[in-house]
């Protein structure tokens, strides 16, 4: 038997950071997915977690741990397949370190992925992230914070990660004035940012507090503002604005809801994908093609120039109905 914690400990502490390279984000994204499938199988086992082995992990528990995550935490089939790759790529660490484990390797990696369904993207319209950014207080210092975060979230189309993790030499308010987002996968981008984004943003840097680590959002306690902390502003305007305008109560807006949006009015705004994805920072375009199903402009467009077939005119008549009644007569002797 193979202790579960010297393999995992390896895989999250030395593996991904130094031999992968993967961002802080992701390190924390499969963390917490490893702390969801001990801590089930710990209460599953009866074990303390310390006490885990790897062959304690083995396919009929990772079955019931991405069946748990779905029925009871109510999480969707994406996040599942999230947790499934964390769970395969550290199986996949240890299938040449612990040869004892190869063959319990190779079936867990042999678990596929859920088929997840590729809905629509949701949005707001421009009236309703009007009534979103209007939501903060301007004349307190955590709305002013929450004005800019909000305004920039939109404007520059940001990850919710990226916000966050923006840092002030990040920041140029220089003319022209821009912003250098590191993205996912270590993509870099530079982009413009609207007078508008700028007013809130020198509102917010004139009463923001003087902090070392050099992180543009702060919360409430002077620390780095959190993914979780910005959901919770979010939310708490949402709630505000949805009072302006009910239309906004009807939809859920998160984080990515924002990037959205941006992405929808871009690509109404210059009717190009192309444009769209360089601005979002996506790796290909096949990423940014959502956005194209979801708009109907274009398709408008290609409706008008194909065109129908035409109808010839005319227009239903119903029988005479003494004609109607011998007419079924008629028919009913043929049957007998």
Same mark, same amino acid.
């Given at each position: ?54 062959? %304690? ?9 991405? %069946? ?6 109510? /999480?969707?089939?994406?996040?599942? /397949? ?23 390797? *190779? #079936? ?8 997840? %369904? ?5 949005? *707001? ?22 004005? $800019? ?34 993205? =996912?996968? @270590?993509?870099? @981008?530079?982009?413009? *940012?609207? =007078? ?14 003087? #902090? ?6 702060? /919360? ?19 709630? &505000?604005?949805?009072? #302006? *305008?009910?239309?906004? $109560? &009807? =939809? @859920? ?16 705004? &210059?009717? %190009?994908? #192309? ?62």
């Amino acid at each position: 038997m193979t202790a579960l914690a010297p393999p995992l400990s390896q895989f999250l502490g030395e593996h991904l950071p130094r031999d992968q390279g993967a961002s802080p984000h992701t390190c924390d994204a499969y963390a917490y997915s490893f702390q969801l499938l001990v801590t089930f199988a710990a209460q599953r086992l009866h074990k303390t977690p310390s006490r885990l082995e790897v062959e %304690d992990v083995g396919v009929p528990m990772i079955l019931a741990f991405l %069946d748990h995550i779905e029925q009871d935490r109510g /999480n969707t089939a994406r996040s599942r /397949n999230a947790r499934l790759a964390a769970i395969r790529s550290f199986f996949r660490f240890i299938e040449y370190r612990v040869p004892a484990c190869l063959d319990q390797s *190779l #079936r867990v990696r042999a678990i596929p992925m859920k088929k997840t %369904d590729e809905a629509l993207v949701a949005s *707001l319209t421009r009236e309703e992230i009007q009534a979103l950014v209007d939501a903060p207080d301007p004349k307190t210092l955590s709305g002013t914070r929450d004005r $800019a975060m909000l305004h920039l979230a939109f404007a520059a189309g940001l990850r919710v990660s990226e916000l966050v993790g923006l840092r002030l030499d990040q920041l140029d308010l220089q003319n022209p004035c821009t912003i250098h987002v590191i993205g =996912k996968g @270590r993509r870099e @981008r530079v982009l413009p *940012l609207w =007078k508008e984004s700028v007013v809130a943003l020198r509102a917010w840097l004139a009463v923001r507090q003087q #902090r070392q680590d050099g992180a543009l959002f702060l /919360n409430a306690a002077g620390q780095t503002m959190t993914r979780s902390g910005f959901e919770y502003i979010l939310g708490k305007h949402v709630a &505000t604005a949805a009072l #302006r *305008l009910p239309s906004v $109560a &009807t =939809k @859920r807006v998160t984080p990515h809801v924002l990037r959205h949006s941006c992405a929808m009015h871009m690509l109404q705004a &210059t009717q %190009d994908i #192309r444009k769209v994805a360089l601005w979002l920072g996506h790796a290909s375009l096949q990423s940014t093609e959502a956005y194209l199903r979801a708009d109907p402009t274009e398709k408008l467009e290609a409706l008008g120039a194909a065109g129908g077939p035409t109808l010839q005119p005319g227009k239903f008549r119903p029988p005479d109905k003494v004609i109607a009644m011998i007419t079924g007569q008629r028919h009913h002797q043929k049957l007998c």
